[in-house]
């Protein structure tokens, strides 16, 4: 399928849900070590059998129902470590949280977040007033504390959808994107990048944005930036307008994220090929990249996308005329949301790919370690291990600790063990012979790097969230482009429309370590479609059983939370995207208890316990926007003028906003417990 034939399909009910699609076409044309893979001694064979007979059953025989009430929980033998009633599934134009929890608005697209921001006018926008406000499809949520009840919020802002955010102009990329003048564009590379800013809470225990702190700011794509790591001041880094390969403007489609111990905010650079233009294609009217000098690179990371128009006004994002600006995206981005006048740093020595996430932890042996996963079908499982312990010294922003360490990636192996597989230039096959001429290379090209080593392609690795004890869970949120001859041990299920999640256990409850064991904890979908090949607790109620997880936090009790983002297919399941929480020790483990839900076609994003897991701050990303065809009684694509849901504001001249949701217990006290 072409570019093109993927845009025009009406299945694709806006651009985000076209982009996806297109990126269901795998860019790693090594699948070697899956091919022909023997079915897994561990899970595999039941699976297959199930699975042969396809998933489509499900949404068959489910539907989209989304009316139909649920069933009681199941009498459970065992007492859920979780200590709320579970909530209903569903799904409607509202967002729900269980019984006596509260779930506030905290801040919306558009509002004010410095002193000197213009009031939201949606009818008039302007990328001025747009870089002072909260940007748009909020994504990550960190938050740096600063005395009890006060602290920087930290949000990412992943991307935009122009049919729901500007009056009159639909769906741009069916359009040739003819309706983006460049006061548009500016617009929406003002929207992307972050929002720090400071929130408080009152004496009511209702938090909410201080507009007046001077260190509020926004992070836009066109910020400026330092570079850092082993790739810094490379030639392959180099512009016509930064000859030193050092500086870079900006930040795009910031996803997950992570908060470092010493209070930073990590930012993860994920789809930032849709970004990049040319006007060179082929045949076919996809982008035809035979002729740049990078090409081989520029195919593996599915650059240039030319899902916007930015390249048709600002050069740099159009490779014709600017090739080396892609080497300056795909990185971790470290902001001090304390001090607004440090540039935020990107980390080359935490490699290049499409980062989803960025989780830290401190290994028992004292070292950091990041989780970070490289969201594409196929593609793998990254942690990176700082060369230094952590110290007082170097806990700060811009110390060296995140420019000097080790990037490895994961091979699971059938056995249920693991080996994390350094990239580091000089070793095995990351050599000149092999196109790799530094460590800057290795970088750079990191997806290549992985190929060489024979890491395991993966069913889109999306978050990853370590725990103390040198467990880590990854988070796979589907891949229905694996055959049945490409299945293995971790990645069982082949098309898998609803994910699953692996536990790993590194060795000696070291983080640091480069082997450990993994399992799989659950396997997604509905437990009594038998095709489904689903695998849940058996105490897991109708309510609680889950697709396509995606982000994840641990409590302050350790107690793991997964939240969903099924895309445009959640009419598979019937059910909104939402947080669950996820048993993983004892009888229960692999129990699931639906706590909160969005309203519809909007993606959950966060989560993150602050406030010694007394608050919780959830992202309800593009509310309104995703398989609005399979919501019953609209049935049809969103657009500004249009829209599925108008939430939260549910004002008939706005249109649905991605807002921040703040959880806490109506009686105050930790969540949950
Ligand atoms: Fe931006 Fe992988 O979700
Ligand atoms: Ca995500």
Known sequence: MSRDDIINDPEYGNKAEAFEAFDDIPTNPHLDNTIGAVISRRYGRRDMLRSMLGVSAATALFGTSAMVAPKQAAAMGAESRYKFDELAWGNDTEHHIADGYNADILVRWGDPITADAPEFDVMNQTAEAQAQQFGYNNDYVGFAEVEPGR????????????????????????????????????IEMAAHGGSVFEIVKGDDGKWSVNRDNPANRRITAN????????????????TSYDDTGTKVLGTINNCAGGMTPWGTYLMAEENFHGYFWTDTVDADGDPDVSAQPEAASMERYGVPGRWYAWGQYHDRFNIDKEPNEVNRFGWIVEVDPMNPDAAPIKHTALGRFRHEGAETTVAS????????????????????????????????????????????????NEDGTIDWLALTHGEGPLTAEN????????????????????????????????????????????????????????????????????????????????TGTWDILVKCGDPTIAEVGAEWNPETSESGWFGSPDNCAIDADGRLWISTDQGSNWGKTGKSDGLYALETEGELRGHSKLFFRCPVGGELCGPYFADNSQTLFLAVQHPGTDGTKDFVGFERDSTFEDPATRWPDFDPAMPPRPSVVVVTKEDGGVIAV
């Not at 079908?377 to 806990?395: C, G, I, P």
Request: proline fraction near 4%; include cysteine.
């Open 435 to 514: 196109g790799f001429g530094s460590q800057a290379d290795v970088m750079i090209d990191t997806r290549l790097a992985a190929d060489l080593l024979g890491a395991t392609p993966m069913d889109r690795p999306e978050d990853a969230q370590p725990r103390g004890d040198g467990t880590a869970y990854i988070m796979l949120t589907n891949n229905t482009r694996r055959s049945a001859d490409q299945v293995d041990a971790a990645n069982p299920r082949p098309e898998s429309s609803f994910g699953h999640i692996i536990e790993i256990k590194e060795e000696g409850g070291n983080h640091s370590a480069t």
């Open 365 to 412: 042996d004292g070292k950091l370690v990041i989780y970070s996963g490289d969201d594409n079908r196929f593609d793998y499982q990254y942690k990176w291990v700082s060369a230094e312990a952590v110290t007082e010294e170097n806990s700060v922003f811009g110390s060296n600790l995140l420019s000097d360490g080790t990037l490895y990636v994961a091979r699971f």
């Open 151 to 186: 602290g920087m919020l930290c949000v990412n802002h992943e991307y935009t959808n122009e049919e729901v955010m500007f009056p009159g102009l639909g769906r741009q990329d069916r359009a040739g994107f003819e309706g983006m003048t460049k006061e548009l564009v500016d």
């Open 223 to 238: 910020t400026e930036m330092t570079i850092d790591g082993p790739a810094a001041g490379h030639d392959r880094m180099k």
